[in-house]
């Protein structure tokens, strides 16, 4: 798979000065590294795979949906996404993993440390955000509707 060394250059330069522990996939254009979050998630892995003209930072959950819990799952990553202005979360269906995907097009830009940063911490940001909501749907210990509006409700600023 070809990817651009350009992207990859300035990607490596903000993880460098972000001070990020990284890996980086020289045969395939990948970046791997991890972050913890606070909320029931406890771990995201991070992917960023670099293409040609643009990169896409993939946020993966540690926890699978199953069968009893696939539909709750389904209809709370709805319920987010609807929301959402930047990125989304998607399921596998062939095995229940879920995680969030947020592209970035790079065609005749300059790319910016700015966009790099806020692509990376939306990711995590929006892990965090939803995790407690993710766990207990998957989990099976709330359904999508009260699991989304406990998220709504804890994300907003205290009086």
Do not use: H
Not at 18 to 33: A, P, R, V
Not at 72 to 77: A, D, K, N, P, Y
Not at 89 to 97: I, K, L, V
């Amino acid at each position: 798979m070809s990817y651009s060394n350009e992207i990859c250059t300035a990607i490596k330069g903000f993880l460098k000065k972000d001070e990020w522990n990284y890996q980086f996939d020289e045969e395939n254009g990948n970046f791997t590294m991890g972050i913890t979050l606070d909320c029931k998630i406890k771990n995201l892995e991070m992917i960023i795979d670099v293409r040609d003209d643009s990169y896409c930072v993939i946020g993966s959950i540690p926890l699978k949906a199953d069968k009893e819990t696939f539909v709750e799952t389904v209809r709370l990553l709805n319920r987010i996404n609807w929301e959402t202005l930047f990125g989304s979360f998607e399921m596998d269906e062939s095995d229940g993993e879920v995680r969030y995907r947020l592209s970035v097009d790079c065609e005749d830009i300059s790319l910016s440390e700015s966009v790099i940063r806020n692509s990376i911490y939306i990711t995590a940001q929006m892990a965090n955000k939803y995790g407690n909501a993710l766990a207990q749907v998957i989990m099976g210990f709330s359904n999508a509707n009260d699991a989304f509006l406990a998220a709504k409700q804890a994300d907003k600023p205290a009086d």
